[in-house]
């Protein structure tokens, strides 16, 4: 079989997946990065009534056309405490920010253009427009005007606008559901006590990570042996739990102790595609098992998470009514890089901002797809596309950030 592109595999793993449309109703606290799952309507005008926008006093304008007019001070209106009285001429009412407008008043001029008299009594400093300072009701949006569409992703400014038009909960659609299953006889969690050939299991925390980012729930499926019947078993209880899809880490390839595969197909999985033309990353495996999408990651830690960023990453986010999210930046290479062969290279990088903005992208000498530490130092991973030739310091690369360069 022949290795897959990168594009071409993505958008494979792409183009059968459905976002999920069952939606539920959510108290506001817990919406923060939820999408809206339909138009949302105001109930109630925003602002209510007409009301200042400063500290000051409201006055008629006819009354102030003339810098120097006295005015009796009759009352004051503050926010929740308005003026139930009637500003006639010559008078002016202490207007405070937010508090409604008294009647007969068309203008606020602002406390610093006031001087105060004696006898509650006010001299103009200065002769505002009409109108000036004023709020005016429905200004901001009108009952029943629908201000947040379907689709939103709830983030602070559209919250504050659901609750400013009266909603105390919202619809969201519902999180797509990813389960991931480690696998692998040498595996323990960590906090245990290695024994001869055993190694900490890592590779789940970072994907249920990325999966999280993108607006998942995770359904922690734990770690199984290299046995058939164990992983039939934590596939089925995958199947019970109503996922979108199932992540499967190590076990993947067709040796004699990868059973991942071997089992799926067992248990009626259609296999799609599982060799890329990547590095890291090259056996991923990628099938459909009774509505559920099965992604194969590798078993070493990286790269077991670039596959997790170039694919379990879009596929959540799609799942989830999310925007694809665009990783790539322009940067300068710090190092020559040699002339790639025929897969994708994706080459962990230190990613330096330069005085003027711009992006430089430091390679690591060390590249081994088992070295957690170099990735998690890595902000970024320079795409070397196949067949290009040697690149030298200078050269304009393009780069997958993984988080912004301090």
């Given amino acids: 079989m022949s290795l897959l592109p990168v594009d071409e595999a993505l958008a494979r793993v792409l183009a059968k997946a459905r976002p999920r449309e069952e939606t539920e109703r959510l108290a506001l606290h817990d919406c923060l990065g939820r999408v809206l799952a339909e138009d949302l309507a105001a109930r109630l005008t925003h602002p209510a009534f007409d009301n200042s926008a400063m500290d000051g006093y409201a006055v008629r304008h006819e009354d102030i056309a003339e810098i120097g007019a006295e005015l009796a001070v009759i009352g004051q209106s503050a926010a929740g405490r308005g003026f139930r009285g009637e500003v006639k001429r010559g008078e002016a009412v202490r207007i405070f920010t937010g508090a409604p407008l008294p009647t007969g008043a068309d203008t606020v001029i602002v406390q610093e253009d006031i001087e105060i008299l004696e006898g509650a009594r006010v001299r103009t400093l200065f002769a505002p427009a009409k109108g000036r300072h004023i709020r005016l009701s429905g200004q901001d949006f009108e009952a029943g005007e629908v201000a947040l569409s379907g689709g939103s992703v709830l983030d602070a400014g559209r919250l504050t606008l659901a609750a400013s038009m009266n909603h105390d909960s919202l619809p969201v659609f519902r999180r797509p559901k990813i389960a991931i299953l480690a696998t692998g006889d040498e595996l323990l969690p960590p906090g245990s006590a290695p024994g001869p050939d055993q190694i900490i299991a890592s590779n789940s925390f970072g994907v249920a990570a990325i999966a999280r980012e993108n607006g998942a729930e995770i359904l922690d499926l734990g770690i199984v042996a290299d046995d058939r019947a164990a992983i039939a078993a934590a596939v089925a209880e995958a199947q019970s739990g109503d996922v979108d899809v199932l992540v499967t880490l190590g076990g993947a390839s067709v040796g004699d102790h990868d059973l991942v595969q071997s089992t799926l197909l067992g248990c009626g999985m259609t296999l799609d595609f599982w060799r890329i033309a990547m590095r890291p990353g090259k056996p991923l495996m990628v099938g ?119």
């Fill in 288 to 406: 459909e098992l009774a509505g559920i999408t099965v992604l194969g990651l590798p078993g070493n830690p990286v790269s077991s998470l670039v596959c997790a960023l170039l694919f379990l990453e879009p596929l959540t986010r799609k799942l989830a009514h999310l925007p694809p999210r665009s990783r790539l930046v322009p940067a300068r290479l710090t190092a020559p890089l040699p002339a790639n062969d025929r897969r994708q290279d994706y080459v962990r990088a230190r990613l330096i901002v330069e005085p003027d903005g711009s992006l430089l992208a430091q390679p690591f000498t060390r590249q081994d797809s088992s070295m957690t530490k170099i990735f998690a130092q890595s902000n970024g991973l320079i795409v070397r596309a196949p067949q290009v030739p040697a690149a030298a310091a200078g050269e304009t690369c393009s780069v997958l950030k993984l988080r912004d360069p301090t």
